[in-house]
């Protein structure tokens, strides 16, 4: 076995197609090392200057807070170089993006970022494909695995020497490029290599290997099943094309089926730019005399303001929630693509992506209704400042013109020396395994599956 391996492995190693993927992942991942390294330390120095201006500067009308950039976005960016980072917390337990995504989906930018997933997902998967198409069908054709066959080995372990010798060549550039790349990354962001980061970089390199094997059991199953080397790689294509382009698919499939309201829903619903209609109907109680005195009024008016800000938190806050439904609905309907498995896991392993931005949210609502609570402890009455033009109006009470408006903004003089701090919860061994196990049982099953189908087939198989 161990002869047949090395064999295998000779001849994939003088291949001009190996050469070709050495000399082309070595450049992906320098490339990688000198774009994400800027990318991040540009980012954390802002994360940085941020939670400085907020920390010295505790506010009782509204108060910023900040999503801390993942030093390991070099290895899944995730997308998150479309998502807000930075969110406001407001009264009655709301939060919203300063900045709404323009990938409402979360399916993959026009470009996509040089990451170590775009680089293992596409490139490392078509190189197994195109070195194991012909694995066994070339052999076939040239009647070589006959003769192979006619020797004391039995078809098991000739099966296994093959897959063997297929994924070591895929590891030689592999482990080249990820050295390269961990040496640079780290001149710049020296926090990738400490002792817990560590083993986020084991971690990671172990879901790539599993994340391979898929596309190395799927090579050696078509090359089995198809006399025709051709037709094998045809196949093959065919499979990784669809793998390739499932989260478009499962974004148009979603947006059909998906009952989420949509923004235009959503403002119509709110009638988002226009509130005469709420102005007029407190005019009509005022011209039916419902108010006994002007304070009254002025009461009421500000109650009024109150409860359409409310409704205007709630809105915000149901498309904040329907924009990120929609991207997990999207994500689960692409989950039967290996390339969707693999991205999913690798994002939760760096903290970045789908995952943490949800964790993130979950965090900023729980501080949201502490802060909301600090607020009403400090003044008893909230401070609320209406938010869109139009806060203000005229009524006639009693021959005299009388301006509602909205709360102001205040002034207050108290002690917040205790005020709440935002805390985002910490990247942890246990949550990467929570969050990855569906994902990355997902990729097993994979593996399992397509390791019992080719041993089948290849047990079968008419060597002649």
């Known amino acids: 076995m161990i002869t047949i391996i090395t064999r295998e492995l000779m001849e994939n190693l003088k291949d001009f197609r190996f050469a070709l993927l050495l000399i082309f992942s070595l450049i992906l991942f320098l490339l990688n090392g000198m774009i994400f390294p800027e990318k991040y330390i540009s980012s954390k120095k802002g994360f940085d200057a941020s939670i400085n201006r907020t920390y010295f500067n505790p506010n009782l009308t509204s108060i910023e807070i900040f999503q801390k950039p993942s030093p390991f976005n070099f290895m899944a960016e995730g997308g998150d170089v479309y998502r807000s980072r930075h969110w406001d917390v407001r009264h009655f337990g709301s939060i919203r993006p300063r900045v709404n995504s323009p990938n409402r989906d979360d399916r993959l930018p026009d470009i996509p970022e040089p990451d170590w997933v775009f680089i293992i997902k596409i490139v490392f998967s078509l190189y197994i494909i195109l070195m194991g198409y012909n694995a066994?069908?070339?052999?076939?054709?040239?009647?070589?695995?006959?003769?192979?066959?006619s020797n004391p080995i039995t078809r098991i372990k000739l099966l296994l020497a093959k897959y063997c010798a297929l994924m070591i060549t895929v590891f030689v550039p592999l482990l080249y490029g990820l050295v390269l790349n961990i040496i640079i990354v780290s001149n710049s962001v020296p926090e990738i290599v400490s002792h817990t980061s560590s083993v986020q970089l084991i971690m990671m390199f172990l879901v790539i290997c599993v994340y391979l094997s898929v596309f190395a059991f799927l090579s050696l199953l078509f090359s089995s099943l198809i006399k025709q080397s051709s037709m094998s790689l045809l196949f093959l294509m065919v499979f990784w094309i669809i793998f390739t382009i499932s989260g478009d698919i499962a974004?148009?499939?979603?947006?059909?089926?998906?009952?989420?309201?949509?923004?235009?829903?959503?403002?119509?619903?709110?009638?988002y730019f226009d509130f005469t209609e709420y102005y007029d109907e407190f005019r009509r109680k005022v011209e039916r005399d419902d108010f006994s005195s002007k304070e009254e009024l002025l009461?009421?008016?500000?109650?009024?303001?109150?409860?359409?800000?409310?409704?205007?938190?709630?809105?915000?806050?149901?498309?904040?929630?329907?924009?990120?439904?929609?991207?997990?609905?999207?994500?689960?309907?692409?989950?039967?693509?290996?390339?969707?498995?693999?991205?999913?896991?690798?994002?939760?392993?760096?903290?970045?992506?789908?995952?943490?931005?949800?964790?993130f949210i979950n965090n900023a609502l729980s501080y949201a209704i502490i802060y909301d609570s600090y607020v009403k402890e400090k003044l008893g009455e909230l401070p609320v400042a209406f938010d869109y033009i139009g806060g203000k109006f005229t009524v006639d009470y009693d021959g005299e013109k009388v301006l509602v408006e909205s709360p102001r903004r205040q002034q207050y003089d108290v002690d917040l020396d205790d005020f709440p701090v935002f805390q985002e919860s910490k990247i942890s061994l246990r949550s990467i395994v929570r969050d990855s196990f569906i994902d990355l049982s997902g990729l097993l099953f994979w593996n399992i599956g397509l390791a019992i189908s080719l041993l089948t087939a290849f047990l079968r198989v008419d060597v002649r």
């Open 251 to 271: 974004g148009i499939v979603s947006g059909k089926i998906a009952h989420i309201p949509s923004e235009m829903d959503i403002a119509e619903q709110h009638k």
């Open 136 to 149: 066994i069908s070339g052999e076939k054709e040239q009647g070589t695995l006959a003769l192979t066959l």
């Open 299 to 359: 009461h009421e008016g500000k109650q009024l303001f109150i409860s359409l800000q409310k409704n205007t938190n709630k809105h915000i806050d149901d498309y904040t929630q329907s924009i990120l439904q929609r991207k997990k609905m999207t994500r689960f309907l692409s989950k039967f693509s290996p390339m969707t498995l693999f991205q999913n896991t690798a994002e939760c392993v760096a903290g970045t992506g789908l995952k943490n931005e949800e964790k």
